[in-house]
């Protein structure tokens, strides 16, 4: 018997993200948090240790930022989680309850690429929209000032600590997939470009935190994968630094600017390691073996991170030793640990993470396929995962080419040939899993959300004889209707994974659509839509449900009235209610 309020209570229990602090004001932070139900943002006094709800809307809000000074909170205002809106501010000493305005009121709304806020009061905001990307400064009491503008794909990404020098990404090469740098002047003027051609790209990690410095902390894939140099953009000097670590490297600044703190992400886990630039040694900070979330150094050198592993649910930690907060209530229920396997594939070897129940195999199993494509599955804690294991699942999570974390070469190995790479990869996995009696081959259920729902889809189609049961939540159904109907930095992704638009390519989109294949779809369908998603449009997935309705085939349709995903926890336990009882009564497991 399942226990139902055991995997609810995971989705329920308050979570929050990292705390981020204004830098001239560390005692002030802000994070996110689902305490009220819905994803918020919040205040935290560290002197005083109060915290406040700052937004509080219908379908919630994601996107915060605090400025240096730490007296204004700034989060992002669109509707009912379409992504298009404008930024909002509100002083952090504010009342509870006390009314945002809008922190630029001369800019339209528009989709966010990227806000840089200075000590002095300067805000530096990227915008998107059908005629490309803006980049705009905002002094108090004056009007913005565009500084930027390009038809490609961009966002801001760094502001200097004396606010003279704006890092810029862009893409005006056609390639977002791998961007360039641009370091501006308030006024536009060009200090630098930073680019390593075709298929490298390179991506601002922030300027040093001191006054006068112009270093630029910048990732880098120039041996093939992601690694870090300093760049000066003023005196043209470039730094790389080469640590012996076999994964991906990120970084960010100790704030004295001497020293690094180096995340290192390797087979689906992650280590901290601090870089002391003066004698480029490397010293491990002791962190349990897991997934960390996010991390930053405190002024007093500690670095606080979030963690989490599939079995243990998330925490903020310090490498005092400290818990840093703990969200009220309840924590969440534990779960299982991953297991992890290696396949064999056409491409090389796959990296598979498995979650099993209890009893005897073969297990019906769930194959969750990870969105992105640029993201990777990990041994982080997952509520969706874990409700799948109680209600009697295996669960199979599959790193397939495409995913970050296993170099740029595997990452860049759907190009020209989207979506059927990634099940290439998926299907060995799949046939391992069958041949190794985890799987029962009767019940074997292909899931996923976004790049996950396109790929269930296009599964569901192109390899019809494998799976029992689809469930694909937020698709793209129908390529070529999607990408017309998509935000512009989609268009631009799309562009870059294709080698072209669907007028330029036709034939990559037909192959690659799922729409293409529904007449050869076998198993019953769940879909899962929102109906304001900017990213994966209402109107392509009332395309393949069409023709589902003309074949006559059977499946299910499951509304929502939010954006690409819901951050409502309700709506969220609705979802996952809905999506495992269409797999248990389908397979006949109910």
């Not at 491409?347 to 990870?370: C, E, M, N, Q, W």
Request: proline share 7%; charged share 25%; with cysteine.
């Amino acid at each position: 018997m399942v226990d139902d309020a055991r995997w609810k209570a995971r989705f329920r229990a308050a979570r929050m993200s990292l705390p981020r602090w204004a830098r001239d004001a560390p005692s002030r932070s802000i994070y996110r948090s689902n305490v009220s139900g819905t994803w918020e943002i919040y205040t935290w006094d560290r002197d005083t240790g109060a915290q406040r709800q700052v937004t509080d809307r219908p379908n919630g809000t994601w996107i915060g930022a605090i400025d240096p000074s730490g007296e204004w909170v700034w989060w992002f205002a669109d509707t009912d989680g379409d992504e298009f809106g404008v930024w909002n501010r509100v002083p952090f000493d504010a009342e509870e309850g006390a009314e945002s305005v809008p922190a630029v009121p001369d800019l339209e709304p528009s989709y966010p690429a990227g806000l840089c806020l200075g000590r002095t009061g300067l805000a530096v905001v990227g915008r998107s929209g059908d005629d490309g990307t803006t980049v705009h400064l905002c002094q108090a009491g004056a009007a913005p000032e565009v500084i930027y503008h390009h038809a490609e794909d961009a966002h801001v990404a760094a502001l200097s600590r004396g606010e003279s020098l704006i890092a810029i990404g862009h893409s005006e090469h056609g390639d977002s997939r791998h961007m360039a740098l641009r370091v501006v002047r308030p006024d536009g003027a060009t200090v630098a470009d930073l680019w390593d051609g075709p298929g490298k790209g390179v991506y601002a990690a922030g300027f040093a935190p001191v006054e006068g410095d112009s270093r630029l902390l910048v990732n880098h894939e120039r041996r093939g994968r992601d690694e870090l140099l300093i760049w000066d953009p003023v005196i043209g000097s470039e730094k790389e630094i080469v640590l012996d670590l076999p994964g991906e490297i990120g970084a960010t600044w100790y704030p004295d600017g001497t020293a690094l703190l180096i995340s290192h992400s390797h087979e689906a886990r992650d280590e901290l390691y601090r870089y002391d630039l003066s004698d480029e040694s490397l010293t491990r900070l002791k962190t349990p073996r897991g997934v960390i979330a996010g991390a930053d150094v405190r002024p007093d050198g500690t670095v606080e991170y979030s963690w989490s592993s599939a079995a243990e649910p998330p925490v903020i930690r310090s490498t005092s030793g400290a818990v840093v907060l703990t969200p009220p209530g309840p924590a969440a229920p534990p779960s299982v640990p991953v297991e992890d396997v290696w396949v064999d594939g056409p491409g090389g070897r796959i990296h598979a993470l498995v979650s099993k129940p209890d009893g005897d195999r073969p297990f019906p199993t769930v194959f969750d396929v990870h969105g992105g494509p640029t993201a990777q599955d990990d041994d982080s804690f997952s509520p969706p995962v874990a409700a799948w294991v109680d209600h009697g699942f295996a669960v199979v999570r599959v790193n397939y080419r495409g995913s970050t974390g296993y170099g740029s070469e595997w990452r860049d190995a759907i190009e020209g040939r989207v979506g059927l790479t990634e099940l290439e990869d998926i299907k060995a996995v799949r046939d391992w899993a069958v041949s190794s009696g985890l799987a029962d081959p009767e019940k074997l259920v292909l899931t996923g959300g976004s790049w996950g729902g396109f790929l269930t889809l296009l599964g569901l189609g192109t390899q019809p004889d494998d799976w029992s049961v689809g469930i694909a939540a937020v698709p793209v159904a129908d390529y070529v209707a999607a990408y017309e109907d998509e935000m512009e930095a989609l268009q631009a992704f799309d562009r870059s994974l294709f080698g072209g638009s669907p007028d330029e390519v036709p034939d990559r989109y037909r192959e690659s659509s799922p729409i293409t294949y529904v007449s050869k779809v076998r198993a019953p369908v769940l879909v899962l839509a929102g109906e304001n998603d900017p990213r994966c449009p209402i109107r392509q997935i009332d395309n393949y449900l069409k023709r589902l309705d003309e074949l006559g085939h059977p499946h299910e349709v499951y509304r929502y009235d939010a954006g690409h995903g819901s951050l409502v926890v309700e709506e969220r336990i609705r979802q996952m209610a809905a999506e495992i009882d269409f797999a248990r009564r389908r397979l006949g497991m109910s």
